[in-house]
């Protein structure tokens, strides 16, 4: 076999990967290969089987290897080595084949894929993706989406991987502890109505989550860094005369002051010392209010999770206006 053969561009199936003169581990880089057929393509670690004619369809980079317009390495086991990554290759090698492929639903990796279609010089996968590109932009996309938890493991996975504080709304209408009454329902929707409005507000520096399978009917939660931080329980339990009901309450002023004080932790700036001292001087000088706050004794400092439950047990009789007596724990 010639020496020319041994250093072509392209792998052939047909012929024996041949060692390198400097040692069998050494790649080898050459021209074209005048006849090949089949190519054998090793991108970044992925691996992949295509013929030269698919690479020739179209004027690019990857007809320029196989025409010997450019010199590409080939390692012992006969794989033309790309060194690029392979993790969208399969979709310009598609393009190549069939003359249109399905593009990537994320933005981002639309992005990517022109990328690589740049990158390889495919002018028909360059417009495609470009194309693709300026359809999203004048399309019209919500300010912001919010997540609906499925799961528990699906909201640990969610909280413990965002960088993001995140505030969680937690609503069970259909809980059979539920009373359903006027006031109620009406400091719930007030509770749903305030948790869109801070998402439409905050969306961007703050991902809101909606959990609907909870055991609580109405519950606020508050996590930075992957921790929970503090928690805002709605629910108030009233004990009457033969009777026994659960409802809701509105606490806003105080699920907003929680809402910037989870703000803090926006960046990774939490940890640091300037964090820590407002989230301290905001702990200290939070008051309950109409309920009662309670604090985690398992950490020192801001470990401690703060849980402020809204007039969470009222007990009262039935006796007549002015007569009447209300007793708090």
């Known amino acids: 076999m010639s020496a020319e053969a041994s250093t072509g561009s392209l792998a052939l199936e047909s012929l024996p990967a041949l060692p390198s003169p400097g040692g069998a581990g050494e790649d080898k880089a050459g021209g074209g290969l005048a006849g090949s057929k089949y190519v054998k393509l090793n991108v970044g670690g992925s691996l992949h089987y295509t013929t030269v004619q698919t690479l020739s369809k179209e004027d690019s980079l990857l007809s320029r290897m196989c025409s010997g317009g450019m010199e590409v390495a080939i390692d012992q086991e006969g794989w033309v080595v790309l060194d690029r990554c392979g993790r969208h ?12 492929v399905p593009l990537p639903e994320s933005q981002r990796e639309l992005e990517e894929v022109l990328m690589e279609a740049q990158y390889y010089r495919v002018q028909g996968l360059i417009q495609h ?8 932009s004048e399309c019209f996309e919500g300010l912001c989406r ?10 640990q996975r969610m909280i413990a991987s965002c960088r993001k504080p995140v505030v969680k709304l937690q609503n069970n ?3 059979n502890k539920y009373s359903y009454t006027s006031n109620s329902d009406d400091n719930l929707l007030k509770n749903i109505e305030l948790f869109d409005k801070l998402g439409l507000r905050f969306n961007g520096r703050v991902l809101f989550v909606k959990d609907v399978l909870g055991d609580e009917i109405c519950c606020w939660s508050f996590y930075g860094e992957g921790r929970k931080i503090a928690e805002v329980c709605c629910t108030s339990i009233v004990y009457a005369t033969e009777k026994k ?8 002023a105080r699920i907003f002051e929680e809402t910037l004080n989870i703000l803090i932790y926006e960046n990774g700036r939490g940890s640091g010392p300037g964090g820590l001292a407002l989230l301290e001087s905001g702990a200290a000088s939070s008051s309950p209010g109409a309920g009662q706050s309670e604090e985690d004794g398992g950490g020192g400092g801001d470990r401690r999770v703060r849980r402020i439950h809204v007039r969470r047990h009222i007990m009262h009789d039935e006796r007549g206006h002015g007569l009447q007596t209300v007793y708090k724990d």
């Open 129 to 136: 993706c470009l194309a693709a590109l300026k359809r999203r």
């Open 89 to 100: 290759f399969g979709v310009v090698l598609n393009f190549l084949r069939d003359g249109s």
């Open 146 to 155: 919010i997540p609906m938890i499925t799961s528990a493991k699906e909201e």
């Open 245 to 252: 009901q659960t409802k809701v309450e509105f606490p806003e």
């Open 173 to 175: 209408r259909g809980n």
